[in-house]
């Protein structure tokens, strides 16, 4: 596994965008997705190695497909997955990266296994992600049926995270 150290930007400029496009991303409008499109594109311009903002542009071309509707999967999706491989090609224990890419199989693939893969690696590499748990109860209540287990991961979440509003 690579170190955090290995994670992190050599440019602090690129962490400075990276951190506003996520702060950005969290709050889920179409202006705010918007800002967040640009930083991470900024931080990958300053810092063209730093897998975190490749996982958080990949993030923000799937809100505005399955999480706003603003855009079409056919504008997005693509994007998406290109991002979110390059981010796994230079960081393959990267959890946030395998969290989209388990967004990219239920969202717009409706690929159970798939999404069942990805969400594990992501709760494997990143135990301590609320989003990852969050996502993992969306999986197992929407594409498994399994309501009792995705409470128990929507508590985790909670736990995790208790301001997380989404």
């Known amino acids: 596994t690579l170190s955090p150290a290995k994670r992190a930007p050599c440019d602090v400029v690129a962490h400075d965008a990276y951190l506003r496009g996520m702060y950005a991303l969290n709050k889920r409008t179409a202006d705010s997705v918007r800002r967040a499109l640009d930083e991470f594109r900024d ?4 810092d063209s190695g730093f897998a975190p903002a490749y996982a958080g542009l990949a993030e923000s071309h799937i809100w505005f497909y399955s999480g706003l509707g603003i855009l079409p999967a056919t504008d997005t999706v693509p994007e998406a997955r290109s991002a979110v491989e390059k981010a796994l090609e230079m960081d393959p224990t990267l959890a946030d990266a395998h969290k989209v890419r388990a967004l990219i199989a239920m969202n717009h693939d409706w690929d159970r296994n798939g999404a069942e893969e990805a ?4 709760l494997r ?4 992600s609320a989003a990852a748990h969050l996502w993992n109860a969306w999986r197992l209540a929407l594409l498994e049926g399994r309501h009792d287990r995705a409470l128990i991961e929507l508590e ?3 736990r995790l995270d208790p301001l997380d509003l989404q």
């Open 125 to 128: 590499f990143g135990p301590g």
């Open 156 to 158: 985790e979440a909670e």
């Open 119 to 122: 969400l594990t690696a992501a």
């Open 43 to 46: 931080a990958i311009t300053r």
